[in-house]
């Protein structure tokens, strides 16, 4: 079995659209897991949200667009302590 696996971070800089770009080319819409979460001053998490976006069903919620080169987020958070990290994962099942 082989495997595609990229992860990343962004920092939200203010409320709109987000454009990530992979670092890789995956040869098909990967799955994606969003997590995105807030600080506070103290560095403690005070908001956790998780998401998970496959093929089938990847227009929902904050992601506007996804596709095998990056996806796109709509930030709704006027807060500027907003972060999303990400994982990208492309299984391929090999017949034996």
């Keep these: 079995m082989g495997q595609k696996i990229e992860t990343g971070n962004h920092i939200k800089v203010e409320v709109g659209v987000s454009v990530i770009n992979f670092n890789m080319k995956f040869n098909k819409i990967p799955t994606l897991v969003i997590s ?4 506070n ?8 949200k998780t998401q998970i ?6 227009l929902k ?8 080169y990056g996806f796109t987020i709509e930030n709704r958070n ?6 999303v990290n990400w994982i990208a994962l492309e299984v391929k099942i090999q017949n034996i």
């Excluded at 001053?41 to 956790?48: H, K, L």
């Excluded at 976006?53 to 990847?58: D, F, I, N, P, Q």
Aim: proline share 3%.
């Design 36 to 39: 995105s979460y807030m600080e």
């Design 41 to 48: 001053e103290q560095g403690i998490i005070s908001e956790m």
């Design 53 to 58: 976006y496959s093929t089938s069903k990847y």
């Design 61 to 68: 919620e904050n992601l506007i667009y996804m596709n095998q």
């Design 78 to 83: 006027p807060e500027y302590n907003y972060y």
